[in-house]
């Protein structure tokens, strides 16, 4: 099934941040980002490195 592979990353990661990470998160802080989200954190990355450029 192809969201096994998918799901076993996302569990993986939600493992190390849980067991090995001084970081703390939820359970569901571990997720993929729809298209909306993953256009919307590009847009920000592109002005942050626009702006940093010019210093």
Avoid: C, H
């Amino acid at each position: 099934m192809e969201g096994d592979a998918s799901d076993k990353i996302l569990q993986a990661v939600r493992d190390l941040l849980k067991n090995r990470s001084p970081l703390k998160s939820d359970a569901d802080a571990v997720t993929v980002l729809d298209g909306t989200q993953e256009g919307a954190y590009q847009w920000l990355e592109a002005a942050f490195i626009m702006n940093a450029s010019r210093d």
